[in-house]
């Protein structure tokens, strides 16, 4: 058997290719998140649907009674914040599948980056406002 | 082949079995597949209902936001949830979220490493799809219990 690389037709080495694109340290992090997030997500997902089922047609005073109360209060502010995290890196997984211009892309990305911040703090800030 | 334009282009580069050099594709796109096969069926709308559970979310904020703003805020979240409109938005949300809850579920496991037969796929696929009816309809009849 002779070595795949002898007949190559460049002297670039399969090293030569991948050198240039930066290291890959955080390579797996990304996909990690996701996967966590998602775990972490299902017994909240579970909660928060069945709670916002059972305040269908609820009053004012019963919602906001309900928001305040304080293990409502913490599981909401812990869903809004994991709730987003997993919405900004899925959307961007998305991005980066189907955007094929870089400024597109990059843009994209920091724009779903800026309004997931934004929409978790402004609802953060909504339960805690009711609640404290 | 082309001088590169993009770095990303360097894991795309390969060689023919005679040694020449060729670009290989991009991952393949939605319309490379028989879109409608179980398999890249639920693929698709794993990917669709995750989209579609970002546009939900807006109304959680809203909803949230109006409860905090004070009860002429919330009145107008209430009217429009109850709507033809906001009831039929509600309703396909909870459809894409359950779907979605229950398909990752699919996929946890299989990045542990289980279910990767032909036909456990298919099975599974369609526990999730009969999972996401059932928790469809009990998480209305909470809601119309509750409303009623």
């Known amino acids: 058997m002779s070595n795949d690389y002898a007949n190559n037709t460049t002297m670039r080495s399969p090293l030569g290719r991948v050198r240039g694109l930066g290291s890959a340290k955080g390579g797996t992090h990304h996909w990690w998140m996701q996967r966590v997030s998602s775990m972490a997500l299902l017994p909240l997902t579970i909660w928060f649907a069945l709670s916002a089922a059972s305040l269908a047609g609820a009053s004012y005073e019963t919602t906001v009674a309900w928001i305040a109360r304080p293990w409502n209060a913490l599981l909401l502010l812990v869903t809004i914040g994991i709730s987003f995290q997993h919405t900004a890196s899925g959307l961007q997984v998305i991005i980066e599948d189907y955007a094929n211009q870089e400024w597109l892309k990059m843009g994209a990305i920091l724009a779903i980056k800026a309004i997931c911040v934004l929409a978790a703090l402004a609802s953060a800030l909504a339960v805690l406002r009711i609640a404290v | 082949m082309p001088i590169m334009q993009d ?142």
């Not at chain 2, 179980?38 to 669709?48: D, F, P, T, V």
């Not at chain 2, 109304?59 to 805020?73: E, I, K």
């Open chain 2, 7 to 148: 770095s990303r282009e360097a894991t795309m580069a390969g060689r023919r079995s005679d040694g020449s050099p060729v670009k290989r594709p991009l991952s393949p796109h939605l319309q490379v597949y028989d879109m409608f096969q179980m398999s890249s069926l639920l693929s698709i709308a794993g990917r669709i209902t995750g989209a579609a559970w970002a546009a939900g979310l807006v109304l959680m904020v809203w909803w949230l936001l109006a409860a905090a703003s004070g009860p002429s805020a919330f009145a107008t979240v209430q009217w429009f949830m109850s709507s033809w409109l906001g009831l039929l938005g509600l309703f396909g949300l909870s459809a894409a979220a359950w779907y979605h809850t229950l398909n990752g579920v699919r996929h946890l496991a299989w990045d542990a490493g289980y279910g990767y037969q032909i036909q456990d796929t298919y099975r599974t696929g369609r526990w999730v799809l009969i999972g996401t009816a059932v928790a469809t309809v009990l998480t209305w009849l909470i809601a119309i219990i509750a409303w009623a």
